[in-house]
């Protein structure tokens, strides 16, 4: 065989030898022996073969080298399409500025090399994954391509060699073809097998699929031979069945061809049952039947089933055959296959659509014939895709597959026009989404329950649950944005009618029927779906059509729509069984058939000029239109008013979603728009009374105090009257499609959110409802947007309140915006909940009462309208009908009389339907001037229908019905006895009964019925004979009914203007409270803004203004400024008012009774208190107050509330937080913070920090000096030191521990752990972990510790030595020293180990001395620092306030003096007393002591003043700061002669020489420092060592100026923390000063000097005080350094060289723009694992690196952040999250989200990116943070802790 001797040759020579095989003219010979080495190398029987792959590569390469090949193969590449694909989670770019189409997208790389400045653009992380679009112009604008695909590469790069891809043509078919059999060949139904055996397949065939994605990624050249080869049909035909006698092929053909089968829409078998219907096809009401009929016919189905499982058989009917409607046959069919390509998708689609798969298909999209020929496949697969997705278990992750690429597809305009023509695009999409939805239909229960015909989709199910119809809408609303497609959608009528049968789906959905007796068990949340399946399935296409009908063109499409509308409506009134009455206590939300034919009218007449009249149908179907939707917005306000309750939360949830932002111009617009239609077309009497009867609040308007609901709770009246008057006011003055502009729309819609409440800009874009469809011209983020915003909004910047909540960018309305546009009815038309009305209300009265324009309680302002668009005005009429002058009438009147369930808004709703229709006359009759009387007109409460004539007419008697209790019925009895006595004169009793024949009759009901009629009977239509439900009509009474009703009449003589006079009076409680003179000055406009009495007068100003009998009347009424009679002197009503106003007045009257009382109470108890609590509330808070000697502090404890003394027995505690800080160790020496690095050059280098140095300086002590000394050289605790702080509180330590006790047994509390000793403080809430004892006695040393002393320097150095000498006393065992213990156990328990044992044998005293002192050290350092690193602002800092330094000066102080010093090392007798050698009591093996000069000086002095006895005396405190002066002056001479070159050196130690004569010399420092340059150039030359680069240093000249100022830089650290500590000890107040006056205030206040000096003359030299001869003690220390024989000179350079100062400690410097920190980070690996972090952080402190939450990085079970936190900061750290910008903070084991410093152009925050806007650097919230950290205050300000678990 010659295959086998070709297999056993290598690899390179054989692909070279075939190759040339086959360039040769006659290559048959060739063909065949690759044909059977192929043959042998992919025998698809030996599965999934490494070694098959790499023939492959070999054999493509022909002889050279894979990688060779490609880079050749990649230099043809003519692409000019970027083209890669992503998967999820990528981050990629969307620039609305460049796109064409919506789904536009970038990849990073083409983004940043494109110019995208100040575009519209944002960061997004793709959910299904995508593909780059640069370089297509179909997709974007050209401006937009990157610098790459901007120059058309294509054009010249060089053709192809033929040879160089011959192998691959041969090749590539036969890979292929062994890739599919594979696949076919590991097929197995899903339902018999598990998912784990796909996986499986998939998971062998791994390597081949990504060596196909890497032959797309060579580049034009080779994608072009693929598609060669997945086009080719030869080839297929020739290799799918299998050569020869291959039985292997032949059965995977046969598996393929049987899994074919099941790929039509309707299987086979199904098929053949429907065969029947089938052969019915093509009626012409084919589509239609849909409804109708095939309802019926499925019902009669399933009726079977019914008999056996009772109700069940709704749920499971059968499905609706579909197969008459399709027009395309080809649709249901199975599939049939003609290339590579279609056979791989369709295993691509039966294996649920691997990732890799999908990624190789599209990324064989920038070949041009592939995209055509792939699209094609895609589009005949479609119905098949669909299929798979509905079985699919995981429909979330295919969907997302599925929209991944056919977004690449049919966002190509003409990609998706020329398949829409090839391939019928259209009529799949819409059949398949018929067949999706056809699998969860349900009978319909609206209105007639039983002989429903109407079947809608449930809900509940999966399919809608789930959105797994999602990428099918999606796709079809993409393919609609395209104009083309939709105008083909629109031309094809048989189109059109499934489409409204599809819709028609989900008219009615999700019934909710009203709970009548007991709560509902389950509360189903399937109301979700329902709304989402409406806006995406419904209203979201409409959007897209609604585009394309927006000129004067395209109106003949309008008309078809609205045509199939009205007809489908019809159909489904017919088939629910509606005659006219709604059916009770039935909601349903979803009317999108209502809402297309709103919509599509609005457009219509808005955008096309059409004649509304011509699209609306007969009266009868508008009364029938307008039922469901006035339905809807009745239960509005009965879910409000709690009407709903026992049908639980959900019918809530309901009701917002109907209005909520998203939904609003989908759901509640259209429904008024329609609502607003019918009643402008409508009898306006009939829509009236239809409104009040739909809020069943009929019963309520009488004029009778008393009457009978029978529908609704007393306490429900109020709500639903108000209801009705609202959506009254609503429907009459809602412009939104009534002829406002869209950018008057947008305008009033920022309005009324603004007025709401400030918005972010985010949130103000979330809330505005755009049209939801991207291509519409409202797109948020338009310029339109931006020009609105700053029209109406001012702007508030980001700030950040004390209390640690962080505001965002906010933006609030203009004074203009509240004077002139505030508009309430828009407001309670778009909230969502009630309060937020009344957060709108509390805004405005807080500017009116800001602007001065009015005080009060403001009622809701009255806005005028824009004019109504020509077709619309019908709906004025609204306001001039009788009906509604009645209502307002009788509301009028029962205000005034206080009727019961009168509220102020039902008042103000009357008065705004008032006002409008005053402002909105009806144009064609001129109202006459003088009333006419129509004496004989049966329904005469009023003459005429304009309200201008009606507001005066006046009624005298109306008719009532009355229950028979009511108090009219006893008045009228009473004038019936009246009557009988004589006195009484016939005349009266005429009268009376002459009016009755006027007296008004009203019911609202017959009223509606007659006009219902009416309309019927002048239509004659078919439904006057339908039979009307009993329900509605007759009432049903409840046993035990309720007292009988009468008639009655009442005398009423009043019009509208005399009883809006009297409310008026009514509401400002004067008699005459109206004069007519005023009211001709009242100017409308100026009125604009009061309350209800200010409305009253403005309406009455304009109806005097519009008509001269209107201001007769008032003339009239106003005239009788007598106070007008009430009509009935007994009248009960008017008694009641009166007896409210006498009984409001005495309320008023003991309210201020009691106030007053009350207050002096208060007043007495305050001043009781006081006495007592001042003098120890100062003692406390300010330890360095004075007062009498023999008293003891006292301290109030904050539990027991008990003032006391501190004792030894009941010793009292401050609660204090001990927390370990590095803030110290982070500072540096520059002034300038250092940066964050963002590129790979930069880095940060942690040597020159304050921890580093003084880590290095003990590591070199400890080499060469002696443990116990190197231990009290130096302080530690600049990393991980200990930190006390305290709020200032005090309570008794056992009562501290009673309350832990408490607190251990709540578990509520669980923001801190109660174990770890953490609680917070009884009485300001701070957070604590420990008590810190009080020391008993008096508060500071006063009286003779203060004296100041004249004793001579060498007394007091005698008195300081003897005192060292006394041994430390052990306390007497006693609580108070029992707390001490236990608080240094605390102490130490705060910081890691690392941290304090510094020592060579841990554990040690040396260590532990060394901790200690270091603990005070670290407290005076961190309060210099939080005072600004010096002490010239004084003793008025806060910190000194709250600072509990003295008390653990004493409790330190008490542990320290334990441990006694051996007096032979006592370095008080080597800083004091010159010593003759001491050379010979130095052991050999023992290591010297630390010489004085390398001594760190602030440690001595904190070491001296804590062992020696306490208290101290102030002078002998005095004399060690004098002494230690001296040591840390000769340091700084020592220090800065280092700093010289040579030549200055000789030249000043000359100078030296020559002062040392003169007197005072030892206080000059030429002549010390001459003398320490000689002593130290003497034996060892120290200066030698570093000779060479000291010339370099010292570039400047020095002068004695530059000299005097750094020798006082250098030891202004000392004398600051000796002021402070000083300060704390003595309560000496600080006084502030200039920053230049610093040092000589100081010395000054430390005493050593005496008369205070400026600056200028002060000389540092002059604070000296010797005790002993300042140049042998100097000669001395020098000494000590050159007698250290093993020292090199360099260490000691080193360590002389100290330099104390450090800035202060700062975070590092971020850039301006959050992109360069996300760039470089989100793609960065991780230096501890190296794999890119799922989500990297970053440490503000040092910039390390770290994984968040990453396992990878965990170590003992901690993970990486919580591990650097105590690295780096001793358990405090401060990460940045780069992926959610945010920051975090971690302090010990709990952690806390601060926020984000980084905000957008708009101040707000970017939590998780997910608006990807660019983000810039808050100065000012960087600066807020760093201050947290720097003072340690994160645990106070920021309140939302929780534990971490070790787990970040």
Not at 70 to 83: E, I, M
Not at 123 to 151: I, K, P, T, Y
Not at 289 to 306: H, V, Y
Not at 1096 to 1111: D, F, M, Q, T
């Amino acid at each position: 065989m010659m295959a086998a001797s070709l297999l056993r040759r290598d690899k390179k020579t054989t692909a070279a030898h075939l190759k040339a095989d086959l360039r040769r003219t006659d290559n048959s010979s060739g063909q065949r022996q690759l044909q059977e080495l192929l043959d042998s190398v992919l025998n698809p029987e030996r599965g999934s073969d490494p070694e098959a792959l790499e023939w492959c590569k070999w054999l493509l390469a022909g002889g050279e080298g894979f990688d060779e090949f490609c880079r050749t193969v990649r230099s043809y590449d003519n692409a000019t399409l970027c083209g890669l694909v992503w998967t999820a989670n990528f981050v990629a770019y969307r620039c609305r500025t460049c796109g064409i189409s919506p789904c536009m997208s970038l990849c990073a790389e083409c983004f940043n090399n494109g110019d995208h400045t100040g575009h519209d653009f944002n960061m997004f992380r793709s959910q299904a994954g995508g593909a780059c679009d640069c370089g297509d112009g179909n997709v974007m604008r050209e401006s937009g391509f990157c610098s790459r695909h901007r120059l058309k590469t294509g054009e010249n790069v060089p053709l192809v060699p033929r040879d160089l891809l011959l192998m691959s043509e041969m090749v590539l078919p036969r890979f292929i073809i062994t890739i599919i059999q594979y696949l076919r060949d590991g097929y197995v139904e899903p339902e018999s097998a598990a998912d784990r055996d796909l996986q499986k397949v998939l998971q062998q065939l791994e390597p081949q699929i990504s060596f196909l994605e890497e032959l797309t990624k060579m580049g034009g050249a080779m994608r072009t031979v693929l598609t060669k080869i997945l086009t080719n049909q030869q080839t297929f035909k020739e290799l799918s069945m299998g050569q020869g006698e291959n039985v292997y092929a032949k059965k995977n053909y046969e598996k393929y061809l049987s899994a074919l089968k099941t790929s039509g829409l309707v299987s086979a078998e199904e098929r053949g049952s429907g065969g029947a219907a089938a052969g019915a096809t093509e009626s012409p009401g084919g589509a239609l039947c849909l409804l109708g009929a095939t309802a019926a016919t499925s019902i009669e189905d399933s009726s079977k089933e019914e008999d056996q499982d009772g109700l069940q058989g709704v749920g499971q009917r059968k499905r609706v055959k579909l197969s008459s409607s399709t027009k395309d046959p080809s649709i249901m069919d199975t599939l049939k296959h003609k290339c590579f390509l279609e056979e791989l998708l369709f295993w691509t689609i039966k294996y649920e659509f691997p990732q890799k798969m999908v990624t190789f298909l599209l990324n064989m999209l920038p070949d041009q014939d592939y995209k055509i020929t792939f699209t094609k496949t895609f589009v005949q697969h479609y119905a098949f895709i669909m299929k798979t997705l509905m079985k699919s278990h995981e429909s979330d992750t295919m969907s997302n597959r599925i929209v991944h690429i056919s977004v690449q597809l049919f966002s190509n305009e003409e990609l998706a026009r020329h398949v829409t023509e090839e391939c019928q695009l259209l009529d799949i999409m819409v059949t398949v989404l018929l067949y999706m939805m056809e699998s969860c239909l349900i009978k319909s229960e609206l209105q007639d329950e039983d002989n429903n015909r109407h079947v809608v989709v449930n809900c509940g199910e999966a399919l809608l649950k789930n959105n797994t119809y999602w990428p099918l809408v999606s796709d079809f609303i993409n393919i609609l944005s395209h104009q083309s497609v939709a105008k083909r959608f629109l031309e094809d009528h048989s189109l059109l009618l499934l489409w409204m049968s599809f819709v028609s789906f989900f008219q009615g959905m999700n019934l909710n029927k009203r709970e009548l007796n007991e709560h509902v068990e389950f509360e189903s949340q399937t109301y979700y779906a329902a709304f989402a399946a409406e806006l995406e399935a419904c209203a979201q296409p409409m959007w897209g059509l609604l585009t394309h009908c927006r000129v004067k063109e395209t109106h003949e499409y309008t008309k078809t729509v609205v045509r199939y509308c009205l007809e489908t409506l019809q159909m489904w009134f017919d088939a629910i069984g509606f005659v006219d009455e709604p059916s009770l206590n039935q909601l349903t939300f979803h009317l999108p058939l209502h809402r297309y034919y709103a919509m599509f009218l609005s457009k219509g007449v808005k955008c096309q000029g059409l004649d509304l009249d011509s699209l609306l149908p007969d009266q009868e179907m508008l009364m029938k239109i307008m039922v469901h939707p006035l339905q809807i917005q009745a239960s509005l306000s009965e879910i409000h008013s709690n009407m709903w309750v026992r049908n639980g939360l959900q019918i809530k949830g309901q009701a917002m979603t109907y209005v909520q932002s998203h939904f609003c111009n989908s759901m509640i617009d259209p429904d008024i728009y329609l609502l607003q239609v019918c009643a402008s077309r409508l009898d306006p009497d009939y829509f009236i009374s239809s409104v009040f009867e739909r809020f069943k609040v009929v019963d309520l308007l009488t004029m009778a105090s008393q009457h009978q609901n029978t529908v609704l709770d007393s306490e429900q009246e109020r709500p639903m009257l108000e209801g009705a008057l609202t959506f009254l006011v609503i429907l009459t003055s809602l412009r939104i499609h009534l002829g406002m502009s869209d950018d008057e729309i947008l305008r009033a819609e920022m309005v009324s959110q603004l007025c709401m409440n400030d918005r972010t800009h985010s949130s103000l874009l979330d809330l505005i409802p755009e049209n939801p469809n991207p291509k519409s011209g409202v797109v948020p983020g338009s310029c339109s947007f931006e020009e609105m915003l700053s029209g109406v909004a001012d702007f508030k910047a980001p700030v950040f309140e004390p209390g640690g909540s962080m505001q965002q960018g906010m933006y609030t309305p203009k004074a203009e915006v509240w004077e002139k546009e505030f508009d309430p009815i828009m407001v309670i038309l778009r909230t969502v909940y009630r309060r937020d009305v009344q957060s709108a209300m509390d805004r405005y009265a807080a500017f009116l009462k800001q602007s001065g324009v009015h005080t009060g309680n403001p009622w809701p302002p009255y806005k005028e309208r824009t004019p109504l668009h020509p077709c619309y005005r019908g709906l004025v009429r609204l306001l001039h009908c009788k009906t509604l002058h009645i209502v307002i009438f009788t509301l009028l009147y029962k205000i005034w009389m206080d009727h019961q369930n009168m509220s102020e808004h039902v008042l103000c709703m009357v008065l705004y339907l008032i006002e409008l229709g005053l402002d909105n006359q009806i144009q064609e009759d001129k109202v006459e001037e003088e009333p006419c009387i129509e004496e004989h007109c049966h329904d005469s409460w009023f003459p005429g229908t304009s309200l201008l004539s009606n507001l005066h007419h006046v009624i005298n008697y109306v008719r009532v019905r009355v229950p028979e209790t009511a108090p009219e019925v006893e008045r009228k009895r009473e004038r019936e006895r009246e009557r009988e006595t004589p006195a009484s004169t016939s005349t009266e009793s005429s009268t009376f009964g002459q009016n009755l024949r006027e007296a008004q009759v009203f019911s609202l009901v017959a009223e509606r019925r007659r006009k219902f009629q009416e309309i019927i009977n002048r239509s004659n239509h078919e439904a006057s004979q339908a039979v009307r439900p009993k329900s509605s009509s007759s009432r049903w009474l409840p046993p035990g009914s309720p007292p009988q009703l009468v008639t009655e009449i009442l005398e009423i003589r009043e019009s509208m203007l005399s009883l809006l006079v009297k409310v008026h009076q009514k509401l400002s409680a004067k008699q005459n409270s109206l004069s007519f003179s005023r009211l001709s000055e009242v100017d409308p406009a100026q009125h604009s803004h009061g309350d209800g009495i200010t409305a009253i007068e403005r309406i009455l100003a304009k109806a005097v203004a519009r008509s001269r009998h209107s201001k007769r009347c008032l003339q009239d009424i106003c005239g009788k400024v007598c106070p007008p009679i009430p009509p009935k002197k007994n009248s009960p009503g008017d008694k009641k008012s009166m007896d409210k106003e006498e009984r409001r007045q005495r309320a008023r009257e003991r309210q201020q009774k009691l106030l007053a009382e009350f207050a002096s109470r208060q007043k007495s108890f305050m001043e009781t208190a006081m006495d007592v609590e001042s003098p120890e509330a100062d003692a406390v808070m300010d330890v360095g107050s004075s007062e009498p000697l023999d008293s003891e502090v006292l301290y109030d404890c904050v539990i027991c509330g008990q003032s006391g003394p501190s004792t030894e027995d009941r010793p009292t505690g401050l609660v204090v937080l001990l927390q370990a800080s590095s803030v110290l160790g982070h500072r540096c020496r520059s002034e300038t913070p250092k940066c964050l690095p963002t590129t790979d050059e930069e880095h940060i280098y942690p040597e020159d920090t304050c921890g580093a140095a003084h880590d290095v300086r003990l590591s070199v002590m400890q080499r060469y000096f002696k443990d116990s000394s190197c231990l009290q050289s130096v302080s530690i605790g600049w990393d991980g030191g200990v930190y006390v702080q305290t709020c200032g509180h005090t309570l008794h330590i056992d009562c501290h521990k009673s309350y832990m006790e408490s607190l251990r047994n709540d578990q509520v509390l669980q923001g801190f752990s109660v174990d770890k000793g953490e609680f917070t403080c009884p009485l300001c809430r701070q957070f604590a972990n420990s008590v810190l004892p009080c020391r008993p006695g008096r508060g500071t040393e006063t009286g003779i510790w203060h004296a100041p002393s004249n004793k001579s320097m060498a007394t007091l150095v005698k008195e300081v030595e003897d005192l060292q000498e006394q041994l430390g006393i052990f306390p007497a065992e006693s609580n108070l020293s029992k707390e001490m213990e236990s608080v240094i156990k605390d102490i130490k328990n705060t910081t890691q180990k690392k941290y304090m044992d510094y020592g060579k044998n841990p554990g040690s005293p040396d260590n532990d001395f060394l901790f200690m002192y270091s603990v005070a050290r670290t407290n005076l350092e961190l309060e210099l620092v939080h005072r600004g690193g010096n002490l010239c602002s004084g003793g008025a800092s806060a910190a000194a306030k709250r600072s509990c330094l003295n008390q653990l000066f004493h409790v330190l102080a008490m542990h320290m003096r334990l441990y006694s010093i051996d007096s032979a090392y006592n370095p008080w007798t080597r800083l004091t007393q010159t010593t003759q050698s001491r050379e010979p009591e130095f052991c050999d093996d023992e290591r010297p002591e630390v010489p004085m000069l390398f001594r760190d000086v602030p440690s001595l002095l904190i070491i001296f003043i804590l062992t020696m006895p306490q208290p101290l005396r102030r002078e002998h405190f005095t004399c060690v700061v004098k002494v230690l002066y001296s040591l840390q002056y000769t340091q700084a001479l020592v220090a800065l002669s280092i700093r010289f070159s040579r030549e200055e050196r000789r030249a000043w130690s000359h100078t030296g020489v020559a002062k040392k004569n003169t007197p005072n010399s030892n206080k000059s420092w030429e002549s010390l420092l001459g003398h320490v340059i000689s002593e130290l150039t003497k034996t060892k030359d120290v200066y030698d060592s570093n000779s060479e680069d000291s010339s370099v240093l010292s570039s400047s000249v020095w002068s004695p100026q530059s000299i005097e100022f750094s020798l006082q830089q250098i030891c202004l650290p000392f004398l600051r923390l000796s002021c402070l500590l000083q300060h704390h000890l003595y309560g000496d107040s600080l006084p502030g000063c200039p920053v230049d006056e610093e040092f000589s205030l100081l010395t000054g206040c430390l005493g050593l000097h005496a008369s205070v000096q400026s600056t200028g003359s002060m000389s540092s030299a002059s604070c000296l005080e010797w005790n002993v001869n300042a140049f042998d003690l100097i000669s001395q220390w020098c000494s000590e350094v050159f007698s250290l024989a093993d020292t090199p000179a360099q260490q000691s350079v080193s360590l002389l060289a100290q330099d104390p100062q450090w800035t202060a400690p700062r975070l590092l410097q971020l850039p301006d723009n959050y992109n360069t920190i996300f760039q470089y980070y989100h793609r960065k690996f991780c230096t501890s694992c190296n794999k890119t972090p799922k989500d990297p952080a970053l440490c503000l402190v040092c910039g390390a690196f770290v994984c968040l939450k990453g396992h990878c990085c965990k170590q003992q079970g901690i993970c990486e952040c919580v591990l650097h936190s105590q690295h780096c900061g001793a358990a405090t750290g401060i990460f940045l999250l780069i992926n959610a910008s945010v920051i975090i903070i971690i302090r010990g084991h709990r952690f806390c989200l601060w926020g984000s410093v980084y905000l957008d152009a708009h101040g707000e925050e970017d939590r998780d990116l997910r608006r990807g806007k660019p983000l810039y650097l808050c100065e000012e919230r960087y600066r807020v943070l760093e201050q947290q950290w720097v003072s340690h205050t994160f645990d106070h300000i920021n309140k939302r802790w929780g534990p971490h678990y070790n787990g970040l």
